[in-house]
């Protein structure tokens, strides 16, 4: 067994992105001790939570997700309740487009965003969108929903606010240490199985994002991972940088 893995913790969280990260910080903060996470790579955020567009959007066809997203976007920009943990907001604004069957969903997802405390969005038909950002000329779209709170994150700073929190607050974080299985007594969770060897512990978070079935050793997990693609590109003469 490596020795800074420990045989027991009251919570073991499996994966070191930002779900298990944030977990890790909120548990903490909560007074839960004893809280162990366990990242399989080598490196924190290796996967998805490195390797995305860095957006902080409120506004989602769910509304619960809205809601949700709202009250994150709040945290993230809330440097006073991370002492020491600054992030970087860049408040570029942004703008949804929407046609068809999708429209119904976004504006009550905007009416639910309005009652979630001073957010400010606006509806724009088809001609004034095209107004705000000329290369939306050719696209094929009825209007749009402007949000001028929403932004890009340092992603980088906000991954280990949460991480340093959660290690200040007395979590352990191993990286390099992968949970091969969940261990269970019945329908009673026991503990977890690492490369390194057994952690006994009466409640896992599986953290584990596009490995999260493969985790939890359950059949029927409802999980599905899914592709996500970015382009990234030199300066382009043509984008103004003011557009959202």
């Given at each position: 067994m490596r020795s800074d893995l420990p045989p027991t913790a009251d919570i073991t969280i499996i994966g070191?992105?930002?779900?298990?990260?944030s977990t890790a910080a909120a548990l903490v903060r909560a007074n839960c001790k004893n809280v162990l996470l366990l990242e399989a790579e080598p490196q924190?955020?290796?996967?998805?939570?490195?390797?995305?567009?860095?957006m902080a959007r409120h506004l989602d066809q769910d509304p619960t997700i809205t809601r949700m997203a709202a009250?994150?976007?709040?945290?993230?920009r809330d440097d006073e309740a991370w002492p020491g943990h600054p992030v970087d907001f860049g408040n570029s604004g942004s703008l949804l487009l929407f046609s068809g069957a999708g429209q119904e969903a976004l504006l009550a997802a905007a009416?639910?965003?309005?009652?979630?405390?001073?957010?400010?969005?606006?509806?724009?038909?088809?001609?004034?969108?095209?107004?705000?950002?000329?290369?939306?000329?050719?696209?094929?779209?009825?209007?749009?929903?402007?949000t001028p709170g929403d932004g890009v994150v340092d992603?980088?700073?906000l991954l280990w606010r949460y991480l340093n929190s959660a290690r200040e607050g007395g979590a352990r974080l191993l990286p390099g240490c992968p949970v091969r299985e969940i261990l269970r007594q019945g329908d009673r969770v026991t503990g977890v199985r690492t490369d390194m060897g057994d952690v006994?512990?009466?409640?896992?978070?599986?953290?584990?994002?596009?490995w999260a079935n493969r985790v939890s050793g359950l059949p029927d997990l409802p999980?599905?991972?899914?592709?996500?693609?970015?382009?990234?590109?030199?300066p382009l003469p043509w984008v103004d940088p003011r557009w959202p």
């Open positions: 070191g992105g930002f779900a298990g990260a924190f955020g290796m996967h998805a939570t490195g390797l995305n567009a860095a009250a994150g976007i709040a945290s993230i009416d639910a965003l309005a009652t979630t405390g001073p957010i400010r969005f606006r509806g724009l038909d088809r001609a004034a969108a095209v107004a705000r950002v000329s290369v939306l000329q050719d696209a094929d779209f009825a209007g749009a929903i402007e992603i980088h700073a006994s512990c009466p409640v896992v978070v599986n953290a584990a994002g596009a999980m599905k991972p899914f592709r996500r693609h970015l382009m990234v590109t030199p």
